[in-house]
């Protein structure tokens, strides 16, 4: 049930470390993250999936969790935060849909932040 939540993630094709492991939380009431420094504010109504996401490695650690954030209300998804250097970004009016409704973010090559559009990488210095 929980795989129909996650967003499709687009990483480069020189991504220099693979995902190894994703994980999940789901949220029915409003508390604090147990992985992320932050309070999940559930809807009335809804529930909120929180995927964790695992890399060995990453450019300057030696592991990397970033997260994604769905809230679900009568099995759509209504919102999308993903993680982005320690913040989080509000992705949902950005992001793509794909074919199957579910939103696309992109992973940062090598630093695995998510952005809701691929050319947003450009802004960031190097």
């Known amino acids: 049930m929980l795989r129909a939540y996650l967003p499709h993630i687009m990483q480069d094709t020189r ?3 693979a995902l190894q492991a994703i994980g999940t939380t789901v949220f029915e009431q409003t508390r604090t993250s147990d992985s992320f420094r932050r309070l999940v504010v559930v809807p ?10 695992f890399w060995l490695y990453d450019i300057q650690h030696l592991y990397d969790l970033e997260h ?12 999308v935060e993903a993680s982005f250097h320690g913040r989080y970004l509000n992705a949902s009016n950005l992001a ?23 050319e947003l990488f450009s802004l960031l210095p190097d």
């Open 96 to 118: 793509a849909k794909a074919d199957d409704q579910k939103p696309v973010l992109y992973c940062q090559p090598g630093k695995h932040a998510f952005l809701p559009l691929g």
């Open 44 to 53: 009335s109504g809804a529930m909120v999936v929180e995927y964790q996401l």
């Open 68 to 79: 994604i954030w769905v809230t679900v209300k009568d099995q759509a998804i209504v919102h």
């Open 15 to 17: 991504e220099p470390f």
